[in-house]
């Protein structure tokens, strides 16, 4: 998946860019600059928005856990809950059987660890 699968903003993407010509990152054969930059653009894109729901699309497919959330019209509200993707089953791991819409990473932890 590339910065422009995503939908990246504009601002990112000319961001990203900057940063592989100022670390001299490796263009390709036809101009273009290598997955480096998706990788930047992405983390760009993350930090940026890193205290705010994002669409279940752009969400890490990894065993990393995550703060989901979905819609239920029949309880008339939302849930919330940790889960992650399970690659085994192709599906989100979380306490609801519906499928997740959005996501956000988890707050770190306290300072010191303690609550």
């Not at 992650?84 to 956000?104: D, G, I, N, V």
Request: include cysteine.
């Amino acid at each position: 998946m590339t910065a422009q699968d995503t939908q990246m903003p504009e601002d990112i993407i000319q961001a990203a860019n900057r940063c592989c010509l100022q670390t001299g990152a490796d263009i390709n054969a036809s101009g273009e600059f290598t997955p480096i930059r998706d990788l930047i653009a992405k983390a760009i894109f993350a930090e940026r928005h890193r205290d705010q729901w994002q669409p279940i699309e752009t969400a890490p497919h990894s065993d990393q856990d995550i703060l989901l959330y979905a819609y239920f019209d029949h309880l008339g509200k939302g849930v919330q809950d940790v889960g992650h993707w399970s690659e085994a089953f192709r599906f989100w791991a979380w306490s609801y059987c519906s499928p997740p819409t959005h996501w956000m990473p988890l707050p770190s932890d306290p300072k010191g660890g303690e609550a």
